[in-house]
């Protein structure tokens, strides 16, 4: 069984920065990974995706510019730098793992992900 957890959440203000990771307990190498991410009252949604040869990135239009993903198989860590804060940024961010060596466009399908962490909250205060 492969855990997937989160880290770095935290309360900014409007126009900050904030990293935040997700750390798998095996070998990163051959998953794909996906954020996505959970407001209050409504769907989840695909934000940003990353093959597992860390050649492809996707995002969601609305973080295109903002938000990078990237990945260091060697720490088995996949991470989002969110640039610009908006309020509406505000949410649950989960990181979920696919093996199959597949890369997803956005907009992402959680189906696609077998494994996911628990979540972690970023908050932006305007």
């Known amino acids: 069984q492969v855990h997937v957890v989160e880290s770095g959440g935290g309360l900014v203000q409007a126009g900050e920065s904030l990293d935040i990771s997700c750390t798998l307990s095996?070998?990163?190498?051959?998953?794909?990974v996906g954020w996505f991410r959970q407001a209050p009252g409504k769907q989840r949604e695909g934000v940003s995706c990353?093959?597992?040869?860390?050649?492809?990135?996707s995002y969601q239009n609305s973080v295109k510019g903002r938000f990078t993903i990237s990945r260091d198989n060697a720490k088995k860590t996949v991470y989002l730098q969110m640039n610009s804060l908006k309020p509406e940024d505000t949410a649950m961010y989960y990181c979920?793992?696919?093996?199959?060596?597949?890369?997803?466009?956005?907009?992402?399908?959680?189906?696609?992900?077998?494994?996911w962490g628990q979540g972690t909250q970023v908050t932006v205060s305007s």
């Open positions: 990353i093959s597992y040869s860390g050649e492809r990135t």
């Open positions: 095996e070998s990163l190498d051959l998953y794909s």
């Open positions: 979920a793992a696919d093996d199959g060596k597949s890369f997803f466009s956005l907009p992402l399908e959680e189906a696609d992900f077998a494994y």
